[in-house]
């Protein structure tokens, strides 16, 4: 059952409830006594109403924000790709030179190699 039926449903039986001891417990007539549960009555309708219509407010916002949360995820990561691609290019040319030196320094090695068992 759902958070909101299970509100409207509470709330139906505490109101019921809450009638039900008012009858019993009532010092007016019944016809005052009618008459003040047709405006609890009508209080009761409106509270329900009012909630149900801030609860369809509710779930339009959480719907709206989880589709622009989306959305705004999509473009960062999107733009997170663009800095990462661009930060390869960058550094290219310094792999390039690195993996030169490297290959410079290992023939240096093998050269020192060769002449340290001569």
């Not at 417990?25 to 149900?52: H, I, M, W, Y």
């Not at 407010?57 to 949360?69: D, F, I, Y």
Request: glycine share 12%.
């Amino acid at each position: 059952m759902s958070k909101g039926r299970s509100l409207a449903a509470g709330l139906i039986v505490g109101g019921v409830i809450g009638g039900i001891a008012g009858l019993l417990s009532a010092p007016t007539s019944g016809k005052k006594l009618r008459g003040q549960l047709k405006a609890n009555c009508g209080t009761f309708e409106d509270t329900v109403k009012r909630l149900k219509s801030d609860g369809l407010a509710l779930k339009e916002q959480v719907v709206k924000t989880a589709r622009e949360g989306a959305e705004i995820i999509k473009d960062v990561g999107s733009e997170l790709q663009t800095s990462i691609q661009e930060w390869r290019e960058e550094i290219k040319p310094q792999q390039q030179d690195l993996k030169k030196e490297i290959a410079d320094i290992e023939e240096k090695i093998k050269q020192l190699e060769k002449t340290l068992q001569n």
